[in-house]
């Protein structure tokens, strides 16, 4: 029997505020519910228990609701309006949630290793500790979000927009940055070791004591972004030339051949091209 408490319950439900096939009409509510969910989506007549493998949730309205440790592994959420949704620790490894709407939503810790959140909008939403790496975030807007301790190494993030978000400690080693928007955005000891910054934009940005060894920020917009204590190597391609050079004059070179921005030369004067 399905109970209203379960994951199933909570999905049927938040779709009843929304699709005609869902409206409850006497006895048996819940029962009612399930029956027009599995007329309409008959792979989630199998699902009741096991998760929501491969489970078609795209254009569900699931916005304030709370699925916290839930397994919704291969779920097809394209276009889903999760905002402010209550995802903590939830399992969407492998999920297609293109073009979703997570603006607002919690899901600290959660698992979204190899998912699809291209053009997804998740201004806003906690993600400190969540793993997405390999992830697709292309073209998504994770302005003014919190992704501190985040794992997004080999993440693509091409043209996301970054703008305001907490990065701190977190490891985008591998990942592809180009042209992303990271204006104001606070890297502090992130990890980017290895990283594609081509042309990103990371005015203003705190990047106190990340690691930029063998990153490559060709292009990239440095002016007035924070570089004391920056780690960096041989291979790290700073914007210019005179970036490159200027790195080298503002830095001490480490025993095991690395470099390390010195705190005291880091100012506008010392470090930033205008």
């Keep these: 029997m399905l109970r209203a408490d379960s994951l199933a319950g909570r999905i049927v439900a938040a779709f009843a505020r929304s699709s005609p096939a869902f409206r409850p009409s006497g006895e048996g509510r ?3 519910w399930s029956a027009a969910w599995t007329r309409t989506a008959p792979a989630f007549g199998n699902t009741w228990g096991t998760g929501l493998v491969s489970t078609p949730l795209s254009g569900a309205d699931l916005s304030d609701t709370d699925l916290s440790d839930t397994d919704l592994t291969g779920a097809d959420l394209a276009g889903a ?3 402010r949704a209550t995802l903590v620790s939830v399992r969407l490894i492998g999920a297609n949630l293109s073009g979703a709407n997570l603006s607002g939503a919690t899901l600290i810790s959660a698992t979204l290793s190899g998912a699809n959140l291209s053009g997804a909008h998740l201004s806003g939403a906690k993600l400190s500790r969540v793993n997405l790496t390999h992830t697709d975030l292309t073209d998504a807007d994770l302005t003014d979000a919190d992704l501190a ?3 997004l190494a080999d993440a693509f993030l091409i043209r996301t927009d970054l703008s305001g978000v907490n990065l701190i400690h977190a490891n985008l ?3 592809k940055l180009i042209d992303a928007e990271l204006a104001g955005a606070n890297l502090t000891r992130a990890i980017l070791e290895s990283a594609r910054l081509i042309g990103a934009n990371l005015a203003n940005a ?6 930029l ?7 990239a917009n440095l002016i007035r972004a924070l570089l004391p204590q920056v780690v960096w190597s041989d291979w790290t391609h700073w914007p210019t030339a005179e970036w490159a050079e200027r790195m080298r004059v503002a830095s001490d070179r480490l025993p095991d051949g690395r470099w390390r921005v010195r705190t005291e030369d880091v100012s506008d004067d010392a470090l930033v091209l205008i």
């Design 149 to 151: 301790g985040a794992f």
């Design 206 to 211: 705190n990047l106190t004591g990340a690691n």
């Design 173 to 175: 080693s591998g990942a």
């Design 81 to 83: 309006n999760l905002s």
């Design 213 to 219: 060894i063998g990153a490559d920020l060709d292009g």
């Design 30 to 32: 819940i029962g009612r």
